[in-house]
C-alpha cells in the first residue's frame, strides 16, 4: 500500500495580486512561480511577510510550499500568498485557526487602490479653485 501525499490548497488576494498556494508535508521549502522566495521576493520585509503564518503555527520545517501568484506589485504578492498559506494551514489543521485569526493572517486586507475620476488630476485630487 503505497501512501499518498496530502496536498491543502487555498487561494489568497491583496490589493490586485491573487495568489493559488499549494501546501503539502515537506522539509520548509517556499516556491513561488518556480522561484525560491528569496529569488521571487527581493525585500526582506516582504519575504518575512509570505513566512508569518508558518511561523505563527510553527510549522515553518514541516511544509512545502508552492504558491503560483499574478497581479499587482510585490507588496500585494506577498499579501496574497500570506493569505493563502494562513488558509491552507486552516484547512489541514482546523486548530491552528485560532492562533492565525489572532496573528491576523486570516484576514483579508480590504483596501484597493481608488480609481481615478473622469475630468480630475487624480482619485481625490481637484483642481485649482480660482474666484477670478
Known amino acids: 500500500m ?13 490589493k490586485r495580486a491573487s495568489a493559488r498556494v499549494r501546501i ?5 521549502e517556499i516556491t513561488v512561480n518556480g522561484k525560491t522566495c528569496a529569488e521571487f521576493f527581493p525585500t526582506e520585509q516582504a519575504q518575512r511577510a509570505v513566512a508569518a503564518p508558518l511561523i505563527t503555527a510553527e510549522k515553518q520545517d514541516s511544509f512545502d510550499v508552492i ?8 507588496t500585494g504578492q506577498a499579501g496574497a500568498v500570506s493569505l493563502g498559506i494562513a488558509r ?13 485569526k489572532k496573528e491576523g493572517h486570516l484576514r483579508r486586507d480590504p483596501r484597493e487602490k481608488e480609481r481615478k ?6 482619485a481625490r485630487k481637484k483642481f485649482q479653485f480660482s474666484k477670478r
Open 2 to 14: 503505497s501512501e499518498t501525499t496530502t496536498i491543502f490548497s487555498a487561494t489568497g488576494r491583496r
Open 24 to 28: 503539502k508535508p515537506g522539509s520548509g
Open 67 to 74: 504558491a503560483r501568484v499574478n497581479g499587482g506589485g510585490i
Open 88 to 100: 491552507a494551514l486552516q484547512k489541514y489543521d482546523a486548530e491552528l485557526r485560532a492562533p492565525l
Open 117 to 122: 475620476k473622469t475630468g480630475q488630476p487624480g
